[in-house]
């Protein structure tokens, strides 16, 4: 977002630091990824396992 005589303002109000756009916003996309990843990989081999059972105890 400009202001009317072309200055950038920040995207977070609360950041002091003139050009800088907010720390956290690079670092959000890849944790989710990363959460993301953890998380099916869990799922994966809950499904694994459960399947696994029922075959075992048929």
Do not use: K
Not at 14 to 23: F, I, K, L, N, S
């Amino acid at each position: 977002m400009t202001q009317p005589h072309g200055q950038q303002i920040p995207a977070d109000p609360a950041c002091v630091c003139p050009g800088e756009q907010w720390p956290q916003a690079d670092r959000r996309p890849r944790a989710w990824r990363e959460y993301g990843t953890l998380l099916m990989a869990i799922v994966g081999l809950t499904l694994s396992l459960t399947t696994f059972l029922v075959t075992a105890l048929r």
